[in-house]
């Protein structure tokens, strides 16, 4: 019987996570196979506001032409998305960074 509850809890959440949703936080209620309330909350965490991308040369600090990965650490956004923009490399040129947008 619990299995079946679990089931049934893990269904609703799947459904509510599947319904489209165009607002930042979304609350639903449901009923499990018992007829319990389930409440799921879905949404986004409000974004960080880091003010427009600093100029590569800013990032570059040892002038070499491409940011490490040490060096993209002085921009959160740019560090989070490391990988991406480097296409799976260890550098990032300038051309690289210039065609990246964070927002």
Avoid at 68 to 95: H, K, M, T, Y
Wanted: with cysteine; glycine share 4%; proline share 6%.
């Amino acid at each position: 019987m619990k299995a079946v509850s679990c089931a049934a809890i893990a269904a609703s959440i799947l459904f509510a996570a599947a319904t489209p949703s165009f607002a930042q936080d979304t609350v639903r209620h449901l009923a499990d196979a018992q007829g319990r309330e389930v409440v799921v909350r879905t949404g986004m965490p409000a974004p960080e506001h880091y003010g427009p991308k600093p100029d590569f040369a800013a990032l570059d600090r040892d002038h070499d032409g491409t940011i490490s990965r040490e060096e993209a650490e002085a921009f959160v956004p740019l560090a989070n998305d490391f990988d991406f923009v480097a296409q799976n490399g260890n550098r990032i040129s300038a051309r690289q960074y210039a065609q990246w947008d964070y927002r």
